[in-house]
């Protein structure tokens, strides 16, 4: 460090724990002794906690206070004075999650950084479950327990939620996925496809086929998988698959560690106290909406996403989306055959007869981009699920595309697995 800057103290109060960010003019961070230097995905310099105290530049600073997305941010900017100078900012609230019964969670922490980094993390974004995948020894001591800093609203835990992209042996075998849940592991996917996904060819373009959402055409056939991770970035891939007669749960998930955690959500409605076992409960019933930053609701009915309603020919119900809080602009109401209803309000609302089987979900859209998606509430008629045609053709037609990029790389009685898949398929085309 330069000898010829005068250095001040600054001490940060919010009243509770947040994210804070600390800058000069020519874009620097400043950060606490001790701290890991970090950004988010603006560029922003930050670190979390409250009444810190850190050593700055006796000239002009801005300092941010931040929550995570259930917050705004408040900011100033001071040129700090001889002794110590105390600044109090705290975020503005633009929604309380929790106190309706829903928890948001981030179900892609990897468990390779200091556990005080992650529950300074989890608290200063508010981020009420963290999953924390297992990365090393140490890890594995946590398994099936909370970790030390987890409250009544605020849960971290190892292995609570497991990608597809953690094995070793991939594909993995149909038994490997079955034993997992029957221990209670929610299983899904970690990374979105890249692009648009009009076409089977496009979700199977390029890449490795064991990073991606690519097997999840057969997981979820064959119900092996409780969600699809990659919702928020690849939504349209999302509805073919529950378009297709599949009920797997919409979460977020993305592989990229840049920012803070928790900057996609995966929320999840629970019926009663906090806990893991609660929370897994919900994602597996399909109880959520994934967001990167808005508060999304769903009604059919006066029933949430995760529902099914048993509806005889042409009975009418009553469709209602809501939505609180940043980035969205727009909200869409879509069924199995496309658009319902939409609006740039607050809420939107439409009544609708089901004829034939089909689904509900509610997207937020901003900027051109899916914000927040629900799962499915489900419009079953005289028992009969949704199947629609042009998705089934579009996932048998994407299992032949994956069959041909794994034929090489896999033993033959993995592509056994793709069969059973393919029957499952065919089966709801008649």
């Given amino acids: ?23 000069t003019d020519d874009g620097k961070g400043w950060y606490p002794s001790g701290a890991s230097p ?25 300092v941010r206070a931040a929550r995570g997305m259930e917050y705004g941010f408040a ?6 004075g001889d002794g110590e100078t105390l600044v109090e900012l705290s975020p503005a609230r633009l929604y309380d999650a929790a106190a309706m019964g829903w928890y948001g969670g981030d179900l892609n922490v990897c468990f390779n950084r ?17 999953n924390l995948l297992p990365q090393d020894a140490e890890s594995g001591d946590w398994a099936g327990r909370n970790l030390p800093w987890s409250d009544e609203t605020h849960v971290a835990r190892v292995g609570l939620a497991t990608s597809t992209q953690e094995f070793d042996d991939w594909p993995p075998t149909t038994d490997a996925l079955r034993r997992l849940r029957e221990r209670g592991a929610l299983i899904g996917y970690a990374n979105a496809f890249g692009g648009p996904v009009e076409t089977p060819q496009q979700l199977l373009r390029s890449g490795d ?16 998988v409780d969600s699809f991770s990659s919702v928020i970035a690849s939504a349209r891939a999302y509805r073919r698959l529950v378009g297709a007669g599949n009920r797997i749960a919409a979460v977020a998930g993305t592989a990229h560690r840049l920012g803070p955690i928790g900057r996609e959500r995966t929320y999840a409605h629970v019926d009663g106290p906090l806990t893991a076992e609660s929370y897994a409960e919900a994602v597996r019933r399909g109880r959520t909406f994934a967001t990167t930053g808005p508060f999304l609701e769903l009604e059919v009915n006066g029933r949430g996403p995760g529902s099914t309603l ?32 939409s609006g740039s309000g607050h809420e939107v609302s439409a009544d609708m ?55 090489d790389r896999v033993a033959p009685g993995r592509l056994a697995t793709l069969s059973e898949a393919r029957r499952v398929y065919e089966s709801r085309l008649v």
């Fill in 114 to 130: 200091p556990t005080q980094w992650v529950a300074a993390s989890q608290h200063g974004e508010d981020l009420h479950v963290v």
């Fill in 75 to 80: 900011q100033t900017t001071l040129v700090p």
């Fill in 310 to 341: 048993d509806l005889t020919p042409g009975e009418p119900v009553r469709v209602t989306a809501r939505l609180i809080g940043p980035q969205a602009e727009r909200i869409r109401v879509l069924t199995a055959d496309g658009e319902l209803v």
């Fill in 353 to 407: 007869p089901v004829v034939w089987p089909t689904y509900v979900v509610a997207v937020a859209e901003g900027e051109g981009l899916v914000r927040a998606h629900t799962s499915p509430v489900y419009l079953d008629v005289e028992h009969r699920r949704v199947a629609r045609e042009e998705d089934v053709t579009f996932c048998l037609q994407w299992l032949d595309l994956l069959e041909e990029l794994i034929r």
């Fill in 1 to 23: 460090m330069r000898t010829d800057v005068s250095l001040a103290t600054i001490r940060l109060r919010a009243g509770f724990p947040c994210r804070w960010s600390v800058w």
């Fill in 38 to 62: 970090a950004r988010d995905l603006d560029g922003l310099p930050y670190f979390h906690g409250d009444d810190v105290v850190l050593r700055v530049p006796a000239r002009r600073l801005t």
């Fill in 209 to 224: 086929p064991g990073h991606d959402s690519r097997m999840a055409v057969v997981d979820a056939a064959l119900g092996l």
